[in-house]
């Protein structure tokens, strides 16, 4: 007899949700951390790092995300080194991620107004500062809708790891609705779930950018 | 009177790629001297102080900034922009920090003194250039003239040997320029060293010891204020002071 979608099965989809959400968070907080490192290399003014950088980012961009999973879950297997689903995913996504922010940021860095940097470096600041005290501040105000985007494709985006046998919220629905028959109702509350994570990130995005854009014309 | 000499340019050459800014620059400016250069749009003076704080690399020739040579070592760069001011004609002040952040970041970082006493500094320039009352606000609720006073308190903050000043009027509505240059005569009553890129001929007359004309990156003629308003030599000098005197 088949069960019925029940507590048992919502507190199931409850648990892919947070593991969507953890694989999620440690994504973006390690694509942060090495996308910022990308975007500062990106704009040293160092031509043969500028190119390496540029190659990182190509490369990430210019091949299927599920692809990447695969080389970092099977490929790496191959060499001997037998990751976690969890781990391999979380890997992949933050490699990925680090190219995507990276880029954005990069664009943010160079929305900074020349001037700005000529006065600092008049004033004697040396580059650390610069970035730290002048340019990053402007240059994370100007991104910030771009990366809030980008956030919200991640959650949605994570579905993928599913392919490695990890279980988020999209792949524990399709499990729950393999065993229910309910398909429709599995997904609906499983698109809910998403929906309810991604859409105040939308609107906060949208409304940063028509602060921005306000700000722009003062 | 070797010691006097703060900045000395000799034979100084810059290209962008195939295009001359200057051409076989000397300069020699003295502990006070305050010098005005002027030019059309495109003449080098622009490009030429900024070369002294290393905004813009050189390719021929040598600059010696208070017994400093600047080469392309760091270190050299450093020295020699903690002894040089500058002021632009965007302002460039950092919009995200209060007025008095920004008068207070660079001593910090790059002079490393303290807290307390960057504060007193930064509130003693403010008060000099008449906007200590605005120190808690941000750049970009001033206006332009107050804006750019803010500037030169900011640069003033690292207690430099000379001023820069790149045409530091032109981006302001005309009611706001009697305040900046007053706040340059001011500065120039109190003894500083100041090389400023203008048009304003009033001023340049009122505290100029030397006025400098450029044309095609070329030094054409200076002179004294007086002799060179009254008695231009060269033609371009003319062609140029008669253009720009037309309006006053």
Same mark, same amino acid.
């Given at each position: 007899?088949?069960?019925h979608?029940?507590?048992?099965?919502?507190?199931?989809?409850?648990?892919?949700?947070?593991?969507?959400?953890?694989?999620?968070?440690?994504?973006?907080?390690?694509?942060c951390?090495?996308?910022?490192?990308?975007?500062?290399?990106?704009?040293?003014?160092?031509?043969?790092?500028?190119?390496?950088?540029?190659?990182?980012?190509g490369?990430?961009?210019?091949?299927?995300?599920? /692809?990447?999973?695969?080389?970092? =879950?099977?490929?790496?297997?191959l060499? %001997?080194?037998? #990751?976690? @689903?969890f &781990?391999?995913?979380a890997?992949?996504f933050?490699?990925?991620?680090?190219?995507?922010?990276?880029?954005i940021?990069?664009?943010?860095?160079?929305?900074?107004p020349?001037?700005?940097?000529?006065?600092?470096?008049?004033?004697?600041?040396h580059?650390?500062?610069?970035?730290?005290?002048?340019?990053?501040?402007?240059?994370i105000?100007?991104? /910030?809708?771009?990366?809030?985007? =980008?956030?919200?494709?991640l959650?949605? %985006?994570?579905? #993928?790891? @599913?392919? &490695?046998?990890?279980?988020?919220?999209?792949?524990?629905?399709?499990?729950?609705?393999?065993?229910?028959?309910?398909?429709?109702?599995?997904?609906?509350?499983?698109?809910?779930?998403?929906?309810?994570?991604?859409?105040?990130?939308?609107?906060?995005?949208?409304?940063?950018?028509?602060?921005?854009a306000l700000a722009?014309?003062? | 009177?070797?010691?006097?000499?703060?900045?000395?340019?000799?034979?100084?050459?810059?290209?962008?790629?195939?295009?001359?800014a200057?051409?076989?620059?000397?300069?020699?400016?003295?502990?006070?001297?305050?010098?005005?250069?002027?030019?059309?749009?495109?003449?080098g003076k622009?490009?030429?102080?900024?070369c002294?704080n290393?905004?813009?690399?050189?390719q021929?020739?040598?600059?010696?900034?208070?017994?400093?040579?600047?080469?392309?070592?760091?270190?050299?760069i450093?020295?020699?922009?903690?002894?040089?001011?500058?002021?632009f004609q965007?302002?460039?002040?950092?919009?995200?920090?209060?007025v008095?952040?920004?008068?207070?970041?660079?001593?910090?970082?790059?002079?490393?003194?303290?807290?307390?006493?960057?504060?007193?500094?930064?509130?003693?320039?403010?008060?000099?250039?008449?906007?200590?009352?605005?120190?808690?606000?941000?750049?970009?609720?001033?206006?332009?003239?107050?804006q750019?006073r803010?500037?030169?308190?900011?640069?003033?903050?690292?207690?430099?040997?000379?001023?820069?000043?790149?045409?530091?009027?032109?981006?302001?509505d005309p009611?706001?320029?009697k305040?900046?240059?007053?706040?340059?005569?001011g500065?120039?009553?109190?003894?500083?060293?100041m090389?400023c890129?203008?048009?304003?001929?009033g001023?340049?007359?009122?505290?100029?010891?030397?006025?400098?004309?450029?044309?095609?990156?070329?030094?054409?003629?200076?002179?004294?204020p007086?002799?060179?308003?009254?008695?231009?030599?060269?033609?371009?000098?003319r062609?140029?002071?008669?253009?720009?005197?037309?309006?006053?």
């Open positions: 007899m088949t069960p979608f029940g507590l048992p099965e919502f507190g199931f989809l409850l648990r892919g949700l947070q593991w969507t959400v953890l694989l999620t968070l440690v994504a973006f907080a390690g694509g951390t090495a996308g910022l490192a990308v975007a500062l290399l990106r704009t040293c003014g160092h031509r043969g790092v500028e190119w390496i950088t540029r190659i990182y980012i490369i990430f961009q210019g091949t299927p995300l599920l /692809l990447q999973l695969f080389v970092v =879950y099977y490929g790496l297997a060499t %001997g080194l037998k #990751l976690d @689903a &781990v391999a995913v890997i992949g933050t490699v990925n991620a680090s190219a995507f922010l990276g880029e940021w990069r664009g943010a860095i160079q929305a900074v020349r001037g700005q940097t000529e006065a600092a470096m008049a004033l004697g600041l580059y650390s500062s610069r970035m730290r005290d002048i340019v990053l501040p402007q240059a105000r100007i991104s /910030l809708p771009a990366t809030i985007g =980008y956030l919200v494709q959650i949605k %985006g994570t579905s #993928l790891a @599913a392919i &490695v046998g990890f279980i988020e919220l999209a792949r524990a629905g399709q499990i729950v609705s393999n065993q229910t028959f309910q398909p429709l109702l599995v997904f609906g509350v499983v698109g809910a779930m998403y929906f309810i994570l991604c859409w105040p990130l939308s609107w906060w995005g949208s409304r940063m950018e028509a602060r921005l722009s014309q003062r | 009177m070797q010691d006097n000499i703060l900045i000395e340019m000799k034979g100084v050459q810059k290209w962008y790629g195939g295009y001359q200057l051409r076989d620059v000397n300069l020699t400016v003295r502990k006070g001297e305050k010098i005005v250069l002027c030019g059309p749009s495109g003449s622009s490009t030429l102080i900024r002294i290393r905004l813009e690399a050189i021929q020739g040598s600059i010696v900034v208070n017994g400093h040579r600047l080469d392309d070592s760091i270190k050299a450093d020295v020699v922009r903690q002894d040089v001011g500058m002021v965007s302002f460039n002040l950092f919009p995200h920090m209060t008095l952040q920004n008068c207070m970041l660079a001593p910090i970082r790059a002079r490393r003194i303290g807290k307390t006493e960057a504060e007193a500094t930064a509130r003693k320039y403010l008060e000099r250039v008449r906007i200590g009352d605005q120190a808690g606000k941000y750049p970009a609720q001033l206006s332009g003239g107050q750019q803010v500037a030169i308190a900011r640069a003033l903050c690292m207690q430099p040997k000379v001023m820069l000043f790149d045409e530091p009027t032109s981006a302001l009611e706001m320029v305040e900046v240059l007053d706040t340059m005569i500065l120039a009553n109190d003894g500083m060293t090389i890129v203008t048009h304003e001929m001023f340049a007359r009122q505290v100029a010891d030397r006025v400098i004309f450029m044309a095609e990156g070329q030094i054409i003629e200076e002179g004294a007086d002799a060179f308003f009254r008695n231009p030599q060269h033609a371009r000098t062609q140029f002071l008669g253009e720009i005197l037309a309006h006053h």
